[in-house]
């Protein structure tokens, strides 16, 4: 079974300060991607960054990056230069393709990220 | 535009009275899912569809029903409603056969079960 950890239910972090947002999972998935989200006040689901279980190098999209140690089965998101408008709840997810080719989705339980001026 | 739609936005409604909330997606997508958001649970899936006509149980399916007759189409359905799935739920879609494909999500529709 797939299992997602987020351990941080909230964080406040001053603004243009760097975050580090905590994500470990567990899967017996041979192969497996790892997602975070932002959600908003406003409710949307906000796509910010992905890292393939296979991939040698650190997933990057802009401020975003993906802090992956395979071997500790961690994934953190790192925020850098934080702004006012990252305040949000970040979801980290797992995707994996089982042995019998089902794909399931799971996510943790989010961290809630307030920026403060 | 590439879009995932839910409907209704927003419903309140009584306990055991039939409901169903649709879910629609315009990107040709193979994979749709419903999750159902709680505060300090995350999203949880409730079901999920891999084609037409194939559709699996996610980690939370008792009280849901889904039917996947179209490859657009994904609707969820609460035969007999109860308090406790009062919730935000999510309908969302990608490609299907590889880790790296994002998923879609709709806006969520707020459910509240009287």
């Known amino acids: 079974a797939q299992k997602i950890t987020q351990t941080q239910p909230g964080m406040f972090v001053q603004e243009k300060e760097a975050v580090t947002l905590d994500c470990t999972y567990d899967?017996?998935?041979?192969?497996?991607?790892l997602f975070w989200y932002k959600q908003p006040s406003s409710g949307e689901m906000i796509f910010l960054i992905y890292?393939?279980?296979?991939?040698?190098q650190n997933a990057t999209e802009g401020r975003y990056s993906l802090n992956f140690q395979k071997a500790r089965k961690s994934a953190n998101l790192v925020i850098s230069a934080s702004q006012l408008g990252d305040s949000a709840m970040y979801f980290c997810?797992?995707?994996?393709?089982?042995?019998?080719?089902?794909?399931?989705?799971?996510f943790g339980t989010g961290t809630r990220l307030t920026i403060i001026p | 535009e590439a879009q995932v739609t839910q409907n209704p936005r927003y419903l309140i409604t009584v306990t055991g009275k039939k409901l169903t909330v649709t879910c629609s997606q315009n990107?040709?997508?193979?994979?749709m899912s419903w999750y159902r958001q709680d505060p300090g649970l995350g999203l949880r899936q409730i079901y999920y569809?891999?084609?037409?006509?194939?559709?699996d149980k996610g980690d939370v399916p008792e009280g849901y029903k889904v039917s996947r007759k179209e490859k657009r189409n994904f609707p969820l359905i609460l035969e007999s409603p109860s308090p406790n799935q009062t919730s935000l739920y999510f309908c969302?879609?990608?490609?299907?056969?590889?880790?790296?494909?994002?998923?879609?999500f709709g806006p969520g529709t707020r459910l509240t079960v009287t």
């Open positions: 969302a879609s990608s490609l299907s056969g590889a880790n790296h494909y994002e998923q879609y």
């Open positions: 899967t017996s998935d041979p192969s497996y991607g």
């Open positions: 890292q393939g279980s296979y991939d040698q």
């Open positions: 997810a797992m995707r994996g393709i089982s042995n019998f080719g089902n794909e399931k989705l799971t």
């Open positions: 990107m040709n997508h193979e994979y």
């Open positions: 569809s891999m084609n037409v006509e194939v559709t």
